[in-house]
């Protein structure tokens, strides 16, 4: 499947298939955002920045394993109205300008994180009923996640680069943000991240992707890729480091390639 804007048609709804839930105990009985949200007073924005969102829909990497996912921007899914779960995930980045070895040039510094699962994923989590908007809902997770040193971000609508909306197993919105900091700022947050709430237990560390490609042609991003990713957290990457230009499209692909094919 391409990025393309599929229709908001979400089709019929098929029986729940819930799978056993791997969330914490102190979570699972926590409700998720299940309002009109159509109807709900919320900021809407017609349509993403060419320069922010342009290139989120457009970019034809491969998305096999979504499924039936479909790409649509804040303000479409909040159209979806009610019986769709809103989860919001954020790629915060800071230009790097050191080079590994001496020569490799890091790009940006990137952050994901590990966590209780094993998999890599974005910080982040589910919009609550309680959250006044998506963004919200994105603070108090990055706090709970990050830690205090989150409270500053103040991430915003014009920070939404798109969003993802699939019917299995559950009808779930996967919303996704971008926000540059500074190189100072970011490692102020990798500092603090200890402090957070969910240290040691939703989350287990904080990662750096690596941006470059080294020599052997898999060492680096392709590596990386090989990973296994929570949910959608994998063409997220993808999507973003083209959208936003920190990794060339080309190079994105090649990484891509190498590391479905086997290392
Ligand atoms: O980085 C990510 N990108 C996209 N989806 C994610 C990411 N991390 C988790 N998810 C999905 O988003 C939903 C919320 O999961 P998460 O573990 O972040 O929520 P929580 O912190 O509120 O418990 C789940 O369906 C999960 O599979």
Not at 29 to 37: E, I, K, M, S, T
Not at 78 to 101: D, S, T
Not at 202 to 213: F, I
Not at 230 to 238: I, K
Request: aromatic share 6%; glycine share 12%.
């Amino acid at each position: 499947m391409g990025w393309g804007l599929r229709s908001l048609r979400p089709g019929p709804r098929r029986p729940a298939e819930r799978p056993r839930s791997t969330r914490p105990a102190h979570k699972r009985g926590r409700a998720c955002l299940r309002v009109p949200l159509a109807g709900a007073d919320w900021p809407r924005r017609a349509s993403l920045p060419a320069e922010r969102g342009g290139a989120w829909g457009g970019a034809p990497m491969e998305v096999a394993a979504m499924g039936e996912s479909r790409v649509v921007s804040r303000a479409e899914a909040l159209e979806l109205g009610p019986g769709w779960r809103h989860a919001c995930h954020a790629l915060l980045y800071a230009p790097c300008p050191g080079r590994l070895f001496g020569r490799v040039p890091l790009r940006h510094a990137v952050l994901m994180q590990m966590r209780f699962d094993g998999q890599l994923g974005f910080p982040g989590g589910f919009v609550d009923p309680r959250d006044s908007s998506l963004e919200a809902g994105l603070s108090r997770e990055l706090r709970e996640e990050l830690g205090p040193g989150a409270a500053p971000l103040s991430l915003a609508e014009g920070d939404h680069l798109g969003a993802r909306f699939a019917e299995t197993p559950q009808r779930l919105v996967a919303h996704f943000y971008a926000k540059r900091l500074s190189l100072e700022q970011l490692r102020a947050l990798e500092e603090g991240a200890t402090k957070a709430a969910d240290h040691g237990l939703e989350v287990l560390g904080l990662v750096r992707v690596p941006l470059y490609t080294l020599r052997d042609g898999v060492g680096g991003l392709p590596t990386f890729l090989s990973n296994s990713f929570v949910a959608s957290a994998r063409q997220q990457l993808l999507q973003a480091l083209g959208a936003l230009g920190l990794v060339p499209e080309a190079e994105l692909r090649r990484a891509d390639a190498v590391s479905r094919k086997g290392l």
